[in-house]
């Protein structure tokens, strides 16, 4: 590895010095674009984009673009997209791509390449990633993204209902045998960062979690009440907001990984609307500021 290279677990570490947790994110679907009064189209989603980046750079450090919202408009929805993501690394902003890919072998490894190689288009600090597969299935995308500063934040216990069959499933055929799937993927997350060769002298390691901010994680066989080992775990919260999580329950929902939490809200800061943008994210800063301290 590169000596003079800053993990991305490093740079997540720095962010929260110097800007706390809160991760605004970056979903322009129809009934915000409406809201804002801009078309429900990639010039529309474009705008929404580039104004929300401009709003949170210099306030928080962290956005997290929901790739499907720029997607659904095909071929000027990726440029739109591209633009936002270009604006948002020039202006400082770690940029979480939440693209939730999976699959095996050289495919994965193409989604990694996408979204995570130096110099793509489409190039973010982190993305989103589903390992039902098998932890195995995205080793090379781990080692891939460790190598080159970049992130990766790992499905494991997230807040649909309809995930809770399968998250809670309890292994039978696995060196995890008797866990439940979210926490042996969270577990085997831990457990790889852990092994890396400079793990003791990182803060945070550069593979994370996802955890719904109103997922109950002991019914989801997540202890939070454990020591985890040097370097900590990324934790990307989404559901802080809108979808009834709020900054003063951070740590008691979180216990053990709060330090590594990033609370990620959209639709509730979104929703101020283009004027309101400012003074929504900065009042926000101030109460995760408060929860954190």
Not at 46 to 65: D, H, N
Not at 128 to 153: C, H, N, P, R, W
Request: hydrophobic share 45%.
């Amino acid at each position: 590895m590169n000596s003079e290279l800053v993990s991305f677990g490093d740079r997540l570490d720095a962010v929260f010095a110097a800007y706390g947790h809160l991760c605004v994110g970056i979903d322009p679907h129809a009934g915000l674009l409406a809201r804002w009064g801009r078309p429900d189209s990639a010039e529309g989603a474009r705008e929404l984009g580039l104004r929300t980046v401009e709003a949170a750079a210099g306030r928080v450090g962290i956005v997290k673009p929901q790739i499907a919202f720029f997607e659904r408009h095909g071929a000027a929805g990726y440029a739109a997209l591209e633009r936002v993501l270009r604006e948002a690394r020039d202006a400082g902003l770690m940029v979480i791509a939440d693209v939730k890919r999976g699959d095996i072998g050289s495919t994965v490894e193409a989604y990694g390449e996408a979204w995570l190689r130096p110099g793509s288009s489409l190039e973010a600090d982190a993305m989103t990633i589903s390992a039902y597969q098998g932890l195995g299935s995205i080793e090379q995308v781990m080692s891939t993204a460790d190598a080159t500063g970049k992130g990766l934040f790992v499905l494991a216990a997230t807040s649909n209902p309809e995930a809770a069959a399968i998250q809670r499933a309890v292994l039978a055929q696995s060196s995890r045998a008797g866990s439940t799937v979210a926490n042996a993927v969270t577990q085997g997350v831990i457990g790889w960062n852990h092994g890396r060769p400079d793990a003791a002298t990182r803060a945070l390691g550069s593979i994370g979690v996802v955890f719904g901010a109103t997922t109950d994680l002991g019914l989801a066989g997540i202890s939070t009440d454990i020591e985890v080992p040097r370097p900590g775990l990324p934790v990307l919260a989404p559901g802080f907001g809108h979808q009834g999580a709020q900054p003063g329950e951070l740590r008691a929902r979180f216990g053990a990984f709060a330090g590594g939490v990033i609370a990620n809200e959209s639709r509730s800061i979104l929703e101020a609307g283009p004027d309101g943008l400012v003074d929504a994210i900065s009042r926000r800063v101030d109460e995760y500021g408060a929860a954190i301290a």
